[in-house]
């Protein structure tokens, strides 16, 4: 398999992070896949943000579960963006998907929508959530799932198994030759994030991951000349 570069919430490092505009840009740029966040609203859309609350990335105050997808739509998510639900980004972009869970309650909801609209060749769900990720693989034949960690034990690669997940994607500043090898022994696909140096460019390479999660498109560009 080649070397992916996976464009993080978009290319949130030149775009507003999770919106239409940054997966556009994310696609353009040549990313290889397109990853993104999901939380459900107070009225059970499947809502594209990566906190839990709206504070940061918009000019609107408290959480996402709070808000009912007609007030989500009312907010600022960026440069006159709106926040997204799935549908509208999968209906934008062509690219392939990798769909994160922050709120464990979302799997359901997603993996019903993978199923109405055939996507479990398109979209890969990751989740920090051993759970999420089961239920997803449960629920959904063939879905292709992830399971994300900033921090972790010997154990990490069991944990993946136990869960049904195919690949882990680990943060690139604690991961180390020992933990590739545990991936590797136990048939994972490896992921680093988020990889926005030169530095951990080279990292990722020497580590031979399977590809990295950027928040810019030069990164793409020269991960080719490092490969």
């Known amino acids: 398999m080649s070397f992916l570069t996976i464009g993080h919430r978009g290319v949130m490092g030149v775009e507003p992070e999770n919106t239409l505009r940054s997966f556009v840009r994310a696609e353009r740029a040549g ?29 609107g105050t408290g959480p996402v579960a709070d808000l009912t997808l007609a007030e989500l739509r009312g907010l600022d998510a960026g440069r006159g963006e709106r926040v997204p639900v799935l549908d509208e980004v999968l209906d934008a972009v062509r690219s392939p998907i990798q769909a994160e869970i922050k709120d464990v309650a979302a799997a359901r909801v997603l993996a019903e929508l993978m199923l109405r609209r055939d996507l479990a060749a398109r979209v890969e769900v990751s989740s920090f959530h051993d759970d999420a990720v089961a239920e997803v693989g449960r629920l959904v034949p063939g879905a292709r799932t992830v399971l994300v ?73 020269t991960g080719r000349f490092l490969a």
């Open 31 to 59: 990313m290889d896949a397109i990853e993104l966040d999901l939380h459900l609203s107070k009225d059970g859309a499947l809502v594209v943000m990566h906190d839990a609350e709206v504070d940061r990335t918009t000019d």
């Open 149 to 221: 960690a900033e921090e972790w034990g010997p154990d990490i690669a069991e944990r993946a198994r136990a869960a049904g997940a195919g690949a882990l994607a680990l943060d690139i500043r604690r991961l180390t030759l020992e933990t590739a090898d545990l991936a590797r022994a136990a048939g994972l696909r490896l992921i680093g994030w988020v990889v926005n140096t030169p530095q951990h460019l080279r990292l990722a390479r020497a580590l031979e991951l399977d590809g990295v999660t950027t928040d810019y498109p030069e990164i793409r560009r």
